[in-house]
């Protein structure tokens, strides 16, 4: 299974906006409503900020939303705020009952 | 709250298995309803599934390390482990385990980092 492609960098100044993308297959992103994104600080473990494509679990801010059109699921960032910084990583549940991660995107604010 | 922690040697030798454990506190990890999950991310890269088990045993595994990986559980100590055999330099990694809250991972051990190395 191969990766989910999601771009290298992304880049915002705070109160922007930013969409960072991941573009999968019918066999994963297109095919299911199991998209998910994490926010992965230096040196800490990934935290988990959207779940089944568009659901934040508690305690997640309401600037993060998710959305997904067919092999493409989004992830903005609103009103981008300095802890905003970090790396970010969709995954998806595939046809073979596995899970695949993004490339993962290095969010900057400028 | 939920934690998981990961625990095991830091360094293994080329072609020898890797061994790691996951003890989940604050919950029973027999309790249904959860896939438990390994994840590993190499030095400056993205994360890679590794695989998952289910409290009956039931395991799934990425099908580019199937071949060498093993995920047990052990519900009277409330853990479970991973296995990678005959280990290579690209196997050094930060190795996670984690929840899945199907079809999602909402709690995370802090990660253990594992070197192969002679």
């Known amino acids: 299974q191969s990766a989910l492609t999601q771009p290298a960098s992304v880049s915002g100044s705070p109160g922007q906006s930013i969409t960072v993308s991941c573009t999968g297959t019918?066999?994963?992103?297109?095919?299911?409503?199991?998209v998910s994104w994490y926010q992965q600080h230096p040196g800490k473990a990934p935290k988990l900020m959207i779940y089944?494509?568009?659901n934040r679990p508690s305690g997640v801010s309401n600037r993060f939303s998710g959305s997904k059109s067919g092999n493409t699921a989004s992830l903005t960032i609103s009103g981008l705020q300095a802890e905003d910084d970090a790396d970010y990583y969709c995954?998806?549940?595939?046809?073979?009952?596995?899970?695949?991660f993004g490339t993962g995107t290095k969010v900057t604010v400028l | 709250q939920v934690q998981l922690q990961e625990s095991g040697p830091g360094q293994v030798k080329p072609s020898e298995t890797l061994s790691l454990t996951c003890t989940v506190f604050?919950?029973?990890?027999?309790?249904?309803?959860?896939?438990w999950t390994w994840v590993r991310q190499h030095p400056g890269k993205g994360l890679e599934w590794i695989g998952y088990?289910?409290?009956?045993?039931?395991?799934y595994y990425n099908p580019s390390l199937r071949s060498r990986v093993t995920i047990l559980i052990d519900t009277s100590k409330n853990q479970f482990s991973l296995k990678l055999s005959s280990v290579t330099a690209a196997d050094t990694a930060m190795y996670y385990c984690?929840?899945?809250?199907?079809?999602?991972?909402?709690?995370w051990g802090q990660g253990t980092l594992v070197t192969v190395s002679s």
């Open positions: 088990i289910y409290d009956s045993g039931t395991t």
């Open positions: 984690a929840r899945d809250r199907v079809w999602s991972f909402d709690y």
């Open positions: 019918s066999n994963d992103v297109g095919g299911y409503k199991f």
């Open positions: 995954s998806s549940y595939t046809s073979i009952s596995t899970y695949v």
């Open positions: 089944d494509v568009s």
């Open positions: 604050g919950g029973s990890i027999s309790s249904g309803g959860y896939y």
